[in-house]
């Protein structure tokens, strides 16, 4: 069956670096787009960032634009997010999800049907 | 695009029905009429699971007793008659555009 499992959360310092990952699995990863999405504790659900099925194409979030990098590495079906100069409200649950639909184009979005378990990110002195 | 879902929580008894509503600052209708609006359960301790596609289109394995209705700016989810097993958060959300973005959430307890 479809999964996706996230690693690399923990409890970091603010202004230091973390890198998520996302294994994929139980289906055709190199043509799906990925999406972050992330949750404070009590808090509602908020996208992060998009990449399409090629990677050629990345959106972010006003919250995390040019501290955040979305990439992939489709041989090995895994999505990552580079998270630098990270904040206390960067704190979170932090998801990966599969595009509903395969071979979406940069300018077409859609919403997720598969979700990972999701990672905790801790950001804190 | 901002969604505003009411009410805030809901507590239903069971084989009782329960409406959900998600209104949107936008349109969420593009010009081939595709309406891109998902709802999403997050039962307790969980992750969110999609619930139901573009308006009304359960995903796989959902009862039929959820649903989807509306049109443009204003759309329902619809619970015929509630199960135990449906307490959690719901959320809408859009991908007409980005930052795709959740409705703030409705929490549904069963009494």
């Known amino acids: 069956q479809m999964q996706l499992v996230e690693s690399g959360g923990g409890v970091v310092q603010p202004g230091r670096s973390l890198r998520l990952s996302c294994e994929a699995s139980?289906?055709?990863?190199?043509?799906?787009?990925m999406q972050w999405i992330r949750q404070a504790p009590g808090k509602g659900l908020e996208w992060v960032a998009i990449i399409t099925f090629g990677g050629s194409d990345q959106f972010y979030a006003d919250s995390v634009k040019g501290r955040f990098t979305v990439s992939r590495d489709n041989p090995k079906n895994t999505l990552y997010l580079h998270m630098n100069s990270l904040r206390a409200e960067d704190t979170a649950v932090y998801y990966c999800?599969?595009?509903?639909?395969?071979?979406?184009?940069?300018?077409?979005?859609?919403?997720?049907?598969?979700w990972g378990q999701g990672t905790t990110v801790i950001v804190s002195s | 695009i901002v969604l505003t879902q009411t009410p805030l929580s809901l507590s239903v008894t069971p084989g009782q029905p329960a409406a959900i509503s998600c209104k949107s600052s936008?349109?969420?209708?593009?010009?081939?009429?595709?309406?891109?609006l998902y709802w999403y359960l997050q039962k307790p301790g969980q992750s969110p699971q999609l619930l139901l596609q573009?308006?009304?289109n359960r995903f796989a394995g959902v009862p039929e007793r959820f649903s989807g209705s509306g049109s443009g700016t204003d759309f329902t989810l619809r619970i015929s008659r509630v199960e135990a097993e449906d307490v959690g958060i719901y959320y809408c959300?859009?991908?007409?555009?980005?930052?795709?973005?959740f409705g703030g959430g409705t929490k549904v307890e069963i009494k």
């Open positions: 936008q349109s969420l209708q593009d010009r081939a009429a595709k309406t891109y």
């Open positions: 139980g289906f055709s990863f190199s043509t799906y787009g």
């Open positions: 999800a599969k595009d509903s639909v395969a071979g979406a184009p940069f300018y077409q979005y859609y919403g997720v049907d598969v």
């Open positions: 959300m859009q991908s007409i555009q980005l930052p795709l973005t």
């Open positions: 573009e308006v009304s």
